[in-house]
């Protein structure tokens, strides 16, 4: 008893005073050191992924196809952000850079279409309709790589989307297989620019996940051509001309 009455004063005398034992403040350290090394990794494994792998409309090597990730809309229409992205693969195309422009966003009620929406921006500023293919089951962004592997055939692309985006895209693209070069859209800094930025943050982990374990997106299905018959098509129009 006399040993157990001694260590409880020990250990009340400790918390009153504030001494912590040093292996306790050693372990303390460590446990804290370790938990922001887990949480950088993330991070971590998207820059080195994507690192070398980032450029310009102007600089970017020419792809068979562009690959567009839905970003919204707003009374049908895209929102900013996503017409800015929008932009940039017609730009792509216009110079030669890709040949097809695959859109993939969210059709998961009939009221909401991204893809569609997405298209009808596109043709608006001249490129052709049958250059355009949709994948409507791209509700997230390892969905929208794996089905670009798996459902349409891309196995190179160039990825459009918004700077504070581009690594993870990038970087769950490689790990669908899909090797691809990123075009990061500049945006202002405001307030939908910063919690963009922020999400990301939450974001990292759940792509650092998919990335090794891999899960098959919502919706798989059968394989499209719509990416073979595009390509298809803008080489013949090529040879005729």
């Known amino acids: 008893m006399t040993g157990i009455r001694d260590r409880l004063r020990t250990a009340l005398e400790r918390a009153r005073t504030g001494r912590i034992p040093r292996r306790t403040r050693r372990r303390a350290v460590q446990a804290v050191m370790l938990g922001t090394a887990l949480a950088l990794a993330p991070a971590t494994w998207m820059h080195l992924t994507a ?18 990730f839905g970003a919204g809309l707003w009374k049908g229409r895209p929102t900013p952000y996503l017409a800015h992205r929008l932009d940039t693969a017609a730009e792509l195309y216009r110079s030669g850079k890709v040949k097809v422009v695959l859109v993939t966003g969210d059709n998961s009620r009939i009221e909401y279409d991204e893809p569609d929406a997405m298209r009808a921006y596109l043709t608006e500023r001249g490129v052709p309709d049958g250059r355009i293919v949709s994948d409507y089951a791209g509700f997230d962004t390892w969905d929208s790589c794996v089905r670009a592997k798996k459902i349409f055939g891309v196995d190179r692309a160039v990825l459009v989307t918004q700077g504070f985006h581009i690594r993870r895209a990038v970087a769950l693209c490689d790990a669908a297989g899909v090797e691809a ?3 990061g859209v500049a945006e202002p ?4 620019w ?9 974001a990292a982990g759940k792509a650092a996940l998919d990335a090794a374990v891999k899960p098959d997106p919502h ?7 719509g990416v073979t ?3 298809a098509s803008a080489t013949a129009a090529t040879t005729a001309d």
Do not use: H
């Open 189 to 192: 800094l405001d307030a939908t």
């Open 229 to 231: 018959n595009a390509l």
């Open 194 to 202: 910063y919690y963009g930025g922020t999400r990301e943050l939450a």
């Open 181 to 183: 070069y990123g075009v």
């Open 51 to 68: 690192d070398g792998r980032l450029r310009t409309a102007a600089d970017v090597p020419a792809q068979d196809v562009a690959v567009v």
């Open 219 to 225: 919706f798989l299905g059968d394989r499209e051509t």
